[in-house]
C-alpha cells in the first residue's frame, strides 16, 4: 500500500504501528502531520464503533485509506468496564493512577478467581473505495490486588498474564509488543494486507 493515514496524534504509537507494518506500506502518516483535522468525538458504546468512527471520519476528511483503534480494560465481574471509557474512568481528568485507584475500589473484597479480565482493541480499515474491515486483539489476566512492576502505561501494572506469571509492567517492550491485544491486531491487518495485495 502505498499511504496510509493512522487516525492518531500518538507518535509513540506511531511508531509501534510502524514496526508491525514495515514492508506493507510505503508511507504512515499520521493526525499530527495535519493540524486542521479536528479530533473524533468517541462517544460509541463498543471499542468497534468509536475505531470506525475515528477511521471513517479521517478517510473522508483526506480521502486517504485509514487505520484507527480504540482499546481498553473490560473486567467481567464489572459487566465490562471500565471498556469504552478506560482512559477516563475516574472522571474526565483522570490519570493512570487515578483510574488504577478507581478499579482496585471497585474490586475490593472480590476473590482472585472472579477478578478475570482482559485488555481487548479493535482495530478499523476504512478504505474510499468504500472498503471497511475489523481486527481484534484480546489478552486475558486478572486484576491483582495491588500494581506490580515499572514499566507500561495505564492499567499494566493490575493486570497478570497468568501465561507469563508477570503483569503486562513486568514484561519487557518487545515481549508486551510481541502478546499484546494492540500487537494483535495489527498482525491480523497486515496479514489483510498480505493476502488481498493492496
Known amino acids: 500500500m502505498k499511504q496510509l493515514l493512522?487516525?492518531?496524534?500518538?507518535?509513540?504509537k506511531m511508531k509501534e504501528i510502524g514496526a508491525y507494518l514495515g514492508g506493507c506500506v510505503e508511507e504512515?502518516?499520521?493526525?499530527?502531520?495535519?493540524?486542521?483535522?479536528?479530533?473524533?468525538?468517541?462517544?460509541?458504546?463498543?471499542?468497534?464503533?468509536?475505531s470506525?468512527?475515528?477511521?471513517?471520519?479521517?478517510?473522508?476528511?483526506t480521502g486517504l485509506p485509514v487505520i484507527a483503534d480504540d482499546s481498553g480494560l473490560t473486567v467481567d465481574i464489572?459487566?465490562?468496564?471500565?471498556?469504552?471509557i478506560s482512559a477516563r474512568y475516574a472522571g474526565e481528568q483522570g490519570n493512570d493512577a487515578?483510574?488504577?485507584?478507581?478499579?482496585?475500589?471497585?474490586?475490593?473484597?472480590?476473590?482472585?478467581e472472579k477478578r478475570s479480565a482482559a485488555f481487548v482493541c479493535v482495530l478499523a480499515f476504512v478504505h474510499p473505495n468504500g472498503c471497511e474491515k475489523l481486527f481484534e486483539g484480546r489478552i486475558e489476566g486478572r486484576i491483582l490486588e495491588a500494581p506490580r512492576g515499572d514499566g507500561g502505561f495505564g492499567y499494566d501494572p493490575l493486570l497478570l498474564i497468568e501465561d507469563h506469571d508477570a503483569t503486562m509492567a513486568e514484561l519487557s517492550v518487545?515481549?508486551?509488543n510481541r502478546i499484546s491485544h494492540r500487537g494483535q491486531a495489527l498482525c491480523s491487518f497486515r496479514a489483510f494486507l498480505q493476502e488481498s495485495g493492496w
Not at 504512515?28 to 468509536?50: I, K, Q, R, S
Open 78 to 84: 464489572l459487566g465490562g468496564q471500565p471498556g469504552v
Open 28 to 50: 504512515l502518516l499520521c493526525l499530527a502531520d495535519m493540524p486542521d483535522l479536528p479530533d473524533t468525538v468517541e462517544d460509541g458504546d463498543t471499542f468497534a464503533e468509536n
Open 6 to 12: 493512522v487516525a492518531t496524534r500518538n507518535r509513540g
Open 52 to 61: 470506525l468512527k475515528k477511521a471513517r471520519e479521517a478517510s473522508v476528511a
Open 174 to 176: 518487545e515481549e508486551k
Open 98 to 112: 487515578a483510574n488504577n485507584s478507581k478499579l482496585l475500589r471497585e474490586l475490593a473484597g472480590i476473590p482472585p
